[in-house]
């Protein structure tokens, strides 16, 4: 099915360790975004990319890295893993970078660090 | 920045029952988007809003864009217990950074 697959699901890190989440998107999205769910807290904004060769920071990067490696695929990366990141983290993308026709999400990863 | 206000920020009903919800924002958008977010599940896209007074449905769901351009309204009619999730709101405007901004959601349960 057409959408945005995220991998892994599930992921338990020890502090200090590094990981990178996978997302990939095969609808011809131009802009891809990473957030954040924790609760109560809503959605929040880790990093987006606008369009293929460019990135930009969001409400709360620190942390983070992220890669556009091409107009499918967006990484997330964690150097080096604080419990403070223990989250669910979902890709979204959508076809301009104004979000006027909405955001297709992924169905997440839930990363635990202890 | 833009900050959007999404109430109620949970709401528990018997099955049957009518469910409202809204966001308010400091800033003007100009698109309103509405989804619902399934138990294990990222959002999904149930309505979007295009116009200042725009009144659209998609089954017992209905949604309007508020005149001021503002606030946008989430009615569910006769609810059922498939209606469980989290909604919620979403704004952008053409404008800006680009970057959208979602409400912090509306939990809803509905016992049978």
């Known amino acids: 099915n057409a959408g945005v697959t995220q991998t892994p699901k599930f992921q338990v890190l020890k502090t200090g360790q590094s990981m990178t989440l996978q997302c990939a998107q095969d609808?011809?999205?131009?802009?891809m975004y990473w957030y954040r769910q924790d609760p109560g807290m809503g959605l929040r904004l880790i990093y987006y990319?606008?369009?293929?060769?460019?990135?930009d920071k969001g409400e709360v990067p620190n942390g983070y890295n992220v890669s556009r490696l091409n107009k499918r695929e967006f990484s997330l990366r964690l150097e080096s893993a604080a419990p403070s990141q223990t989250s669910v983290y979902f890709c979204?993308?959508?076809?301009?970078?104004?979000?006027?026709?909405?955001?297709?999400f992924g169905s997440g990863t839930r990363l635990t660090v202890v | 920045g833009q900050q959007l206000n999404q109430s109620p920020q949970s709401m528990f009903i018997q099955e049957g029952e009518d469910v409202s919800m809204n966001c308010t924002s400091s800033?003007?958008?100009?698109?309103w988007l509405w989804y619902k977010q399934d138990p294990g599940e990222g959002p999904v896209l149930l309505i979007a809003?295009?116009?200042?007074?725009e009144l659209t449905s998609n089954g017992r769901l209905t949604a309007q864009f508020g005149i001021t351009r503002k606030d946008s309204f989430l009615n569910i009619s006769a609810s059922i217990p498939s209606d469980v999730g989290i909604y919620f709101c979403?704004?952008?405007?053409?404008?800006?950074?680009?970057?959208?901004?979602f409400g912090r959601g509306t939990s809803l349960i509905v016992h049978p």
């Open positions: 979204a993308s959508t076809i301009t970078p104004s979000g006027r026709y909405g955001y297709t």
């Open positions: 990319s606008a369009s293929e060769g460019t990135t």
């Open positions: 609808m011809n999205h131009n802009s």
């Open positions: 800033s003007i958008f100009n698109t």
């Open positions: 809003l295009y116009k200042a007074g």
């Open positions: 979403a704004g952008s405007s053409s404008g800006g950074s680009y970057i959208p901004t």
